[in-house]
């Protein structure tokens, strides 16, 4: 099994950018698909981006396309979600999430491994 773990989240004034890191043990993140998803208050966890494990394809959500950027770095064995102009709307709690699977999913019943999240807040 592998296990995630997010970093780099904090406060930041709109506008503002901040880089997500999902750090994977026990297993190689080569072997996985791996998605961000968020939770704000009040509302349901929602898809954010995703990058597919073999060819490195992704995919971002309305909302945050051209603002946010997905990559990975199989060496170091983590993702990153690089987010930039980033609005109060942004604020939630961000998880990564990964999948065996070839390709990336935008549906969070997909994903079998989760982390503990890492909380964003964005000031307006």
């Known amino acids: 099994q592998v296990q995630l773990v997010e970093s780099g989240g904090g406060l930041v004034q709109a506008g503002g950018s901040l880089s997500l890191s999902c750090a994977a043990s026990g297993r190689t993140i080569s072997t996985y698909s791996v998605g961000w998803f968020r939770k704000a208050p009040g509302k349901e966890r929602e898809f954010v981006a995703a990058?597919?494990?073999?060819?490195?394809?992704?995919y971002y959500d309305d909302s945050v396309k051209g603002r946010f950027t997905i990559s990975r770095d199989n060496a170091k064995n983590t993702v990153y979600l690089q987010m930039n102009s980033l609005k109060p709307e942004d604020t939630a709690v961000y998880y990564c999430a990964a999948d065996a699977r070839y390709f990336a999913s935008v549906f969070e019943s997909a994903y079998g491994y989760w982390g503990q999240g890492t909380q964003v807040t964005v000031s307006s």
């Open positions: 990058i597919s494990k073999t060819l490195f394809n992704t």
